[in-house]
């Protein structure tokens, strides 16, 4: 590749990735191979920023729902099938030094995730069941012509059943219930014969498997490409440290929310605040970070907001049907009736959202998957032409 003497051209070049160093290197710089090149990391940098500042805009209502975690699933998707064009256009850089040791930790972080994801699948699961204590509840007490003995002692049952779950998962928090079944394992058979890459690739977690280690092993080592490696890779490893970090934010933003094995959130996010995606990624954190130090969210099992509505809900109904008293005065029937229009309204909110978020993490499996597959079989053929 030709030197040019080109300081200016060459920072200007980069300004789409935030990384200023690139202001002071040497006069004697390569060129990218071509201007569309550049225009495409440009333009996936100032995407991925624009996703997660959308993702930051919301207000803290919205912070950590369902309805936040599939918005926030979705945005890792486009930022991954973004990269995936990327990097397959530019295939013949991959077996080059140093973008083969970049692309080589970066699948090395994608095989991490998908433990993650079986994780929080389980968790999911783990929130079903809940959703199902509430629904008893709701069968014992909704619509009614009266309330009597019968009905009150059913639902004390659903909720005390509820409440044991969800406290033993606080307590414990080292096992589930269920081990985790794979995500569409036929089908994984079916769609690749390329497992055989996979050195470590495990459909389940174990009973000792940790969150809070895998997170601190996809996040291990994850620092801003150097300006020699940046000009020596075309800027290709800025794409993939972005997705690296991208892929750690969301995994344990994952974590943060869901249940899941052996929960913590002490993971540092360092990156420097000139990567144009750094500041909603920051502020998000540090937002997540808040609202697990409240006093009522600190030994909570997950930081969903529907977790949070489930706790309230069940503490509410579970102090008013111990204090009932037979036959019921009309003061209090109306209480329990107007406990069961909030219970519902969880419920449904919770019943609605979980089957979307299921499907969501498991097409982020899949596709993790199918980039870490088809990215080796890539690196495999460019070696055999060599």
Not at 6 to 32: K, Y
Not at 84 to 112: A, C, G, Q, T
Not at 182 to 200: D, I
Not at 324 to 341: Q, S
Request: aromatic share 8%.
């Amino acid at each position: 590749m030709p030197a040019t003497d080109c300081r200016e051209a060459s920072s200007a070049s980069f300004s789409g990735f935030g990384f200023s160093i690139l202001n002071r290197l040497p006069d004697q710089v390569h060129s990218m191979d071509s201007p569309s090149q550049e225009i495409e990391l440009e333009s996936f940098q100032k995407q991925v920023a624009e996703r997660f500042n959308d993702l930051a805009a919301v207000d803290s209502d919205e912070l950590l729902s369902i309805s936040w975690i599939r918005k926030l699933l979705h945005a890792y998707i486009c930022c991954q099938e973004e990269f995936r064009l990327i990097v397959f256009k530019n295939k013949d850089f991959l077996n080059r030094h140093p973008m083969d040791r970049y692309i080589s930790e970066f699948f090395e972080r994608i095989i991490k995730a998908l433990d993650v994801c079986n994780a929080i699948r389980d968790g999911i699961e783990k929130i079903r069941q809940w959703q199902m204590q509430l629904e008893i509840v709701l069968c014992a007490l909704d619509n009614q012509r009266s309330l009597g003995e019968g009905q009150i002692r059913r639902a004390k049952k659903a909720l005390i059943d509820l409440d044991i779950g969800m406290l033993d998962e606080k307590e414990s928090n080292t096992t589930l219930a269920r081990r985790n079944r794979s995500f569409g394992r036929n089908n994984m058979a079916k769609e690749s014969t390329s497992l055989g890459h996979f050195r470590s690739l495990s459909w389940s977690v174990s009973r000792s498997w940790s969150a809070a280690r895998q997170l601190q092993a996809i996040g291990n080592n994850l620092v801003a490409p150097r300006a020699n490696e940046i000009i020596a890779t075309n800027g290709l490893n800025v794409a993939v440290f972005t997705m690296n970090y991208v892929l750690f934010f969301v995994m344990w933003a994952l974590v943060a929310a869901i249940p899941c094995q052996d929960r913590g959130l002490q993971s540092h996010f360092l990156v420097t605040r000139q990567f144009v995606w750094s500041i909603p990624i920051i502020s998000l954190h540090d937002r997540i970070l808040e609202e697990s130090r409240k006093r009522d969210r600190r030994n909570s099992c997950g930081l969903l907001k529907e977790i949070r509505l489930i706790e309230k809900c069940a503490r509410h109904m579970n102090e008013l049907t111990y204090s009932v008293h037979f036959p019921l005065n009309e003061l209090k029937e109306e209480e329990i009736k107007e406990r069961i229009r909030e219970l519902k309204g969880v419920h449904g909110a919770v019943k609605d959202g979980l089957d979307p978020l299921v499907r969501q993490v498991r097409e982020v499996f899949c596709r993790i998957v199918r980039i870490r597959t088809d990215g080796l079989d890539s690196i495999g053929r460019e070696n055999s032409r060599d």
